[in-house]
């Protein structure tokens, strides 16, 4: 079976302060990207990689990808406003014999062959998705403005990360409907009565939002 991966890597960085997409961030001496890239292309179970980055910043990436040696980047495409819209690009260019699409933040770099092979595992076992997950280490309450409405029981809740692997064509149709403000892609395989798995995340798939994450994942990597 073939195994596209997508990398949504054209998130601006606004909140990382720099002038440059997140992707291109520094993470100790290289570009963020260069991380995810290089790991996904070592990974036994990915054929093929097409990554979506901001536009200008194609022709980067590309470059970027012959020098980490990461030879399974097959595109480097146009990402869009949201998300899913650069998620959806990436899978235009994914061929229809792919059987199996991984979606992966360019933001969590330490995406490792462990939570790769639990997420393909169950669309073996008839699921239509798989995302990785952790347990809510923090109480959870909903809010208003400033003020505490309720305190969510967080028995049931787990928090989503990437990377998640789907059955291409329903990613694909899932990627028809409407994606406005879908914040993932399992959101969207959900959404149209597809079945999605959870298995086990990882602590290391921290996603990069503020300027102290990239800290955490430079330290993690020299631990
Ligand atoms: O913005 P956020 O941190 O939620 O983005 C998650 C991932 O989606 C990041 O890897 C980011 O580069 C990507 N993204 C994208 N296109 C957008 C917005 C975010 O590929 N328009």
Do not use: Y
Not at 48 to 65: D, N, Q, S
């Amino acid at each position: 079976m073939t195994v596209w991966a997508v990398l949504a890597a054209a998130g601006s960085g606004e909140r990382l302060g720099l002038d440059r997409p997140k992707a291109f961030a520094n993470l100790r001496v290289r570009p963020l990207l260069a991380e995810p890239l290089e790991r996904l292309d070592a990974s036994g179970w990915v054929d093929a990689i097409v990554v979506a980055v901001p536009a200008g910043w194609e022709e980067p990436a590309i470059l970027l990808a012959e020098e980490v040696g990461a030879g399974k980047v097959v595109a480097a495409v146009t990402g869009g406003a949201t998300r899913a819209d650069s998620v959806r690009a990436a899978v235009e260019e994914v061929p229809d014999d792919a059987a199996i699409i991984l979606v992966h933040d360019a933001a969590r770099p330490l995406v490792d062959d462990a939570v790769i092979e639990r997420v393909l595992r169950p669309l073996a076992e008839g699921w239509h998705g798989a995302v990785p997950a952790l347990p809510m280490a923090d109480t959870v309450k909903r809010i208003r403005g400033t003020e505490v409405v309720e305190t969510v029981d967080r028995s049931d809740l787990v928090a989503a990360q990437t990377p998640q692997a789907f059955l291409a064509d329903v990613l694909r149709t899932a990627l028809g409907g409407d994606v406005a403000g879908a914040t993932d892609c399992a959101s969207l395989v959900e959404a149209a009565d597809g079945r999605v798995a959870v298995v086990p995340g990882d602590r290391r798939l921290v996603k990069v939002t503020e300027p102290d994450d990239l800290e955490l994942v430079a330290s993690m990597l020299a631990g």
